[in-house]
């Protein structure tokens, strides 16, 4: 599967609204005493009801937009984020 470019329309709207949300949720891991602003991911702390990898980005981005105007979204830093999972997510094959 060929990666998305960075010159594509889509692609470029995609990356402007998250890195606006971003900044609309703060702009910083919200885990305690973390302060960083790099390697940022959404998180919902009550889950979600929706499966990311069947949308488009577009799509995508629009329910995180959602989620975090209804207060179901939070961000945290990538390590933490993988912490928080609390055994969710990267089930061993």
């Not at 889509?10 to 885990?31: F, K, P, S, Y």
């Not at 980005?57 to 999972?85: F, K, P, T, V």
């Amino acid at each position: 599967m060929r990666k998305p470019s960075a010159e594509r329309p889509c692609h470029r709207t995609e990356q402007a609204r998250r890195r606006a949300l971003i900044a609309q949720l703060g702009g910083v891991c919200e885990d305690g005493f973390c302060f960083e602003t790099e390697r940022l991911e959404f998180d919902h702390p009550e889950g979600r009801d929706w499966e990311p990898r069947r949308l488009s980005r577009l799509q995508r981005i629009a329910r995180y937009e959602a989620d975090a105007a209804a207060g179901r979204l939070r961000l945290l830093c990538r390590s933490h984020n993988a912490i928080d999972g609390n055994g969710r997510r990267w089930f061993p094959r």
